[in-house]
């Protein structure tokens, strides 16, 4: 099975920072990838699907990019509600494997 | 309003049965894959099980870790997705999540129902 690895694990950042979030996956995927946000006791929400488009209702400060192994989720400017823990997932294909999580904290 | 609602969470003992729904609402929902993903306390998001639409023969996936345990199904006329499991481990403790599938990414989600696997 394809393996899906996030790093950092954790972050610190300050509001107004420009964070980055990479994840890389064990083979190519082509652009089957979506990011997730979740905060602590709440369901996931969908950020971005097909590794660069943004879900409707979604701020424009996220984004994300990469192809084929390697993605990256970028928020452009850290407001205080991006303060959660961030997923990359694998669609498409089945098993659809989350990353380990990134958690952005102050 | 788009809405989904798990319910029938609990406390189990391991090798115990328990059936898990999430009932739709606000879209058609025959028209939609769904999906089960679970988080054990304290870890991250863990794929379960997938289902497809009628139309596309209503697949049904699992991940290794529930194959053979698990049944996903789905009745449409009731807009109710379910996900029976059996032979309960410890290991299936975790809040249980529904999801709808749209472009392969689940867009909508429900509030989670915990289950708890334990003598």
């Known amino acids: 099975d394809i393996q899906m690895t996030q790093s950092p694990s954790s972050l610190s950042a300050s509001v107004g920072d420009r964070v980055t979030i990479t994840c890389r996956a064990s083979?190519?995927?082509?652009?089957?990838l979506n990011w997730y946000q979740q905060k602590p006791g709440k369901a996931p929400k969908p950020l971005i699907y097909?590794?660069?488009t943004l879900q409707s209702g979604v701020p424009s400060r996220f984004s994300g990019s990469g192809s084929g192994t390697d993605f990256t989720l970028t928020i452009s400017s850290l407001q205080p509600e991006d303060f959660a823990t961030y997923y990359c997932?694998?669609?498409?294909?089945?098993?659809?494997?989350f990353g380990q999580g990134t958690k952005v904290e102050i | 309003e788009v809405q989904l609602v798990e319910s029938g969470g609990g406390l189990v003992q391991p090798g115990r049965s328990l059936r898990l729904s999430c009932t739709a609402s606000?879209?058609?929902?025959?028209?939609?894959?769904m999906t089960w993903v679970r988080q054990a306390p304290g870890k991250g998001l863990e794929w379960v099980s997938f289902?497809?639409?009628?139309?596309?023969?209503?697949?049904?996936e699992y991940a290794a870790s529930v194959k053979g345990r698990f049944t996903i199904s789905r009745d449409d006329s009731k807009s109710i997705a379910y996900l029976q499991m059996n032979s309960l481990k410890t290991e299936d403790t975790a809040v249980y999540y529904c999801?709808?599938?749209?472009?392969?990414?689940?867009?909508?989600w429900g509030q989670g129902t915990l289950v708890t696997v334990s003598s």
């Open positions: 999801a709808r599938d749209w472009n392969h990414s689940g867009d909508y």
């Open positions: 606000g879209f058609t929902f025959g028209d939609y894959a």
């Open positions: 289902i497809g639409t009628k139309a596309y023969g209503g697949t049904a």
């Open positions: 083979q190519s995927i082509s652009s089957y």
């Open positions: 097909a590794a660069s």
């Open positions: 997932q694998r669609s498409f294909n089945t098993p659809r494997t």
